[in-house]
């Protein structure tokens, strides 16, 4: 059977995927909205840290699961392994309706303007492909708004000095500081810093038809018990299906864009939840499938005007993976800091994002979200005892006295981490699977020592008895935050979409998620994939009214 | 229930049940049965090494909480990968110990346990089996997996009694609906 041909067909349906398929279909656009996984429902996981986001050894609550879906790594020497989701190593973020959205812990950032300018700022580095957005941060300003009162986010920007202009204040109140929160403020003002409530993507108050968050101990890696935290799955999704355009299909799997002889897209192959090859045509494809799936969808794209995956007649797609250094410090306290309440991330300061001496950018430095005790068994000083008597001491002493501070470190962007098709793995369906190489920028290391050094500082002013770092790896980056791989660009040589996030070449073929990102920004990034679906969407919206799309 | 409507007699006949029952239950731990991967040698040995990864001092330890349980019933599910890792370097530690100190793992002394796994943790243990396999690996993998069965959720195995929460002062299932953090 034949599905009826459609005007847009959206696959991935994230937080930039869910965000296009309600604007084209508000638009009055008939959509298809493909998601590869299912709705995600709070008793799938059940408290269940050991299939919680942040820590998957028994498998991803949020999906994909480890039977059908695998990655390669290349390895540092050349060799090459075989990844599960369920390991670190594969990259994973989310499949399901709503994606990241649904379990992430919810920070909502604006980019700062220099973070949009980067090269221009700090000129070229040497082995990176810094460059600047082909938009600045006052293109995506009114769209970052949208975003905030669309999906919904608590926050208050005015406490920030460095926060960039805006309009229009946020539309929750922040959520209150807790013990770390009344340490940390304090000692941050001692220190000439500049300390004020994250913005969060999660109801302070009512909000939205939806209650307001219940502090409970399982908020980031889970999903909300009590549907306090804003994603696309009980936002903007909802909102595309009431307008009548919308179709949602879960548990299908794209394999392919179909592509013309004339060179444009003309919609999607999939397997359906019965593993049934399906084609289903549009006059507009919009890629949403995250910074390593769009390009898989891209490079196993081919036709013969694109011997090599669709769009990369320049070599771009896959290329400047990047995500975040997670940099910083834990400090041991005396009195009991850990208060058994969610979210437990509740302050920052952004007087590290730039202009340090000597560095190109930096990040945002935050107290951690709340933990659960597994995750804390690996978090010890260098040294100390990983089992045994001494190991269980520390947890029962510590888990309630451990504060942690870090943040996203602004990655220097490297051309060969990449991710490419493997020529011989194959996923469940027979389609050829990422293949995962490269290393991150040594500037990023750097940048971490300078940002777990203010980290400690912060922790000792606090009152710690003692500190240690938490510094990243030397590997691959990407993971939950990641980014860049089909980058926007003005000129068509160096980059992979337009400024409108259009891929050069084909009019009607458009990536809507955070590969089109050029650098990543010191914070996490979702408001920014949020702002830029609208972004690309208003300008679809736009042309489409001129009919250039129809067929 | 009052003591009028629970006679004397069929009292003492449900405790000697009660009490029968009990006096079946530790046979039943060397049963094949029981055990879904391990064999009843292997579930000994892991039983000892986990029990040396969190040992029981004030708060209940790994054993009691049922981490071998929790390892067992992963082998046959999401970690069947490691099925052969685990088999092989079970047999490891017993070379290791045999050629160390001349018994099983399981019957030496705790300190003698210690410096077993102290050696495959520093990647030098002795045994045949360490030629081709990595002593390290399969320490931290068995490590990281007693972790798991300990403080990870009761529902796959481990965790037996809540024990790790409360040990950390954790309510579970947790109490919600209200708002925790004191007004400032």
Same mark, same amino acid.
């Given at each position: 059977m034949a599905f009826k041909h459609v005007n847009a067909v959206v696959v991935g349906a994230g937080a930039g995927g869910g965000i296009a398929a309600k604007e084209l279909s508000e638009a009055g656009l008939s959509v298809v909205l493909l998601e590869r996984g299912g709705w995600p429902h709070f008793w799938d996981h059940d408290h269940d840290e050991l299939i919680s986001q942040r820590t998957t050894p028994l498998g991803n609550a949020f999906g994909p699961d480890d039977e059908r879906y695998r990655r390669v790594v290349v390895n540092p020497d050349g060799s090459t392994r075989i990844v599960l989701?369920?390991?670190? &190593?594969?990259c994973n973020n989310a499949a399901c309706v709503g994606s990241g959205t649904v379990s992430y812990g919810a920070m909502a950032w604006r980019y700062m303007q220099k973070d949009f300018m980067m090269r221009s700022t700090y000129g070229a580095l040497h082995g990176s492909t810094l460059e600047d957005w082909p938009i600045r941060y006052e293109d995506l300003e009114p769209f970052y708004e949208k975003a905030e009162w669309e999906i919904g986010v608590a926050g208050d920007d005015s406490q920030n000095p460095f926060a960039p202009p805006r309009r229009k204040p946020q539309p929750m109140p922040p959520f209150p500081y807790n013990t770390e929160g009344r340490l940390l403020d304090p000692a941050a003002r001692r220190l000439g810093w500049h300390p004020f409530p994250i913005p969060m993507?999660?109801?302070?108050?009512?909000?939205g038809g939806r209650p307001a968050c219940i502090h409970c101990r399982f908020c980031v890696g889970f999903a909300c018990e009590v549907n306090a935290k804003c994603g696309t799955h009980n936002t903007a999704i909802p909102a595309a299906i009431a307008t009548g355009n919308c179709e949602v299909r879960t548990q299908c799997v794209a394999s392919e864009i179909i592509l013309d002889d004339k060179g444009r897209a003309g919609g999607i192959v999939y397997f359906d939840e019965s593993d049934r090859q399906q084609r289903q045509t549009a006059d507009i494809v919009v890629l949403a499938c995250s910074a390593t799936e769009t390009p898989r969808l891209m490079l196993n794209s081919r036709s013969r005007l694109f011997p090599n995956g669709v769009g990369n007649r320049s070599d771009w797609v896959g290329r400047n993976l990047q995500g975040h250094a997670y940099a910083g410090a834990f400090g041991l306290f005396e009195?009991?800091?850990?208060?058994? &309440?969610?979210?437990?991330?509740c302050l920052a300061i952004c007087d590290f994002n730039h202009g340090n001496a000597g560095l190109r950018g930096g990040g945002a430095i935050c107290n951690e979200f709340i933990r659960s005790p597994y995750l804390f068994t690996?978090?010890?000083? &260098?040294? &100390?005892?990983?089992?045994g008597r001494a190991h269980k001491e520390f947890q029962r002493r510590n888990f309630r006295r451990c504060v942690a501070v870090h943040g996203p470190v602004q990655e220097m962007p490297v051309f060969d981490a990449r991710v490419q098709i493997d020529p011989s793995v194959k996923d469940y369906w027979g389609i050829p699977v990422v293949r995962l190489s490269g290393s991150r920028h040594p500037h990023d290391l750097e940048i971490s020592r300078f940002l777990a050094g203010k980290a400690a500082q912060w922790l000792k002013e606090a009152g710690a008895t003692e500190t240690w770092p938490k510094m990243p790896g030397s590997g691959l980056s990407g993971g939950q935050h990641q980014a860049g791989t089909c980058r926007m660009g003005n000129d068509p040589n160096t980059s992979v979409t337009n400024r409108h996030g259009q891929v050069h070449d084909i009019d009607n073929l458009f990536v809507a998620d955070?590969?089109?990102?050029v650098t990543n920004g010191g914070f996490n990034p979702v408001l920014t994939i949020m702002a830029l679906a609208y972004w690309v969407s208003d300008y679809i919206k736009r042309e489409w009214k001129g009919a250039r799309f129809r067929a | 229930m009052s003591k009028a409507r629970y006679p004397r007699r069929k009292f003492i006949r449900d405790v000697a049940a009660v009490a029968g029952g009990l006096s079946v239950l530790p046979a039943c731990n060397k049963?094949?049965?029981?055990?879904r991967f391990f064999t009843g040698e292997e579930a000994d040995t892991v039983y000892a090494i986990c029990e040396q990864i969190i040992p029981t001092d004030q708060d209940p330890g790994a054993a009691y909480a049922g981490v071998p349980n929790f390892i067992d019933k992963q082998l046959v599910g999401p970690y069947k990968r490691f099925q052969q890792t685990y088999r092989k370097g079970l047999q490891g530690i017993q070379e290791t110990s045999l050629a160390q100190f001349g018994a099983r793992f399981e019957s030496l002394k705790w300190d003698r346990q210690t410096e077993v796994l102290t050696m495959l943790e520093a990647g030098k243990a002795k045994g045949r089996t360490w030629e081709k396999e990595n002593p390290k690996a399969f320490f931290d993998l068995i490590r990281d997996h007693t972790m798991q069965g300990f403080y990870g959720s009761p529902r796959h195995g481990g965790n037996w009694d809540y024990v790790s929460y409360r040990m950390l002062g954790l309510d579970y299932p947790q109490v919600i609906g209200q708002n925790r953090y004191k007004k400032a």
């Open positions: 989701p369920s390991e670190g &190593a594969y993507l999660r109801n302070s108050v009512p909000h009195p009991e800091t850990y208060d058994d &309440a969610g979210p437990g991330a690996s978090r010890r000083p &260098a040294g &100390a005892p990983a089992w955070a590969s089109v990102h | 049963s094949r049965g029981r055990w």
